[in-house]
């Protein structure tokens, strides 16, 4: 059985602009999956709402998933 890697990216309210820019940019790049938080999720945050939950680009046959945290919480690597 072959192993397979999935890079998982946070972002801290941007991911739905990042998937855009990346499939708009990246030629062979599709949308798998697209899911949002919404208002029925247990102590969701209203910032959160709108924001996305699941996120899956294919970039030329790699996955990467995507993700929004709650402000605060997501990585900085500045």
């Not at 397979?4 to 946070?10: A, D, G, N, Q, R």
């Not at 970039?59 to 997501?74: H, N, R």
Request: net charge negative; no cysteine.
């Amino acid at each position: 059985m072959k192993a397979k890697i999935t890079t998982f990216l946070t972002f801290d309210g941007r991911a739905r602009e990042a998937m855009e820019y990346y499939t708009e940019n990246i030629p062979g790049t599709t949308v798998k999956n697209l899911q949002f938080f919404t208002e029925d999720f247990p102590n969701i945050s209203k910032e959160m709402v709108g924001g996305v939950l699941n996120g899956i680009l294919d970039i030329q046959g790699q996955e990467f998933m995507f993700m929004d945290m709650a402000p605060g919480d997501a990585p900085s690597f500045n």
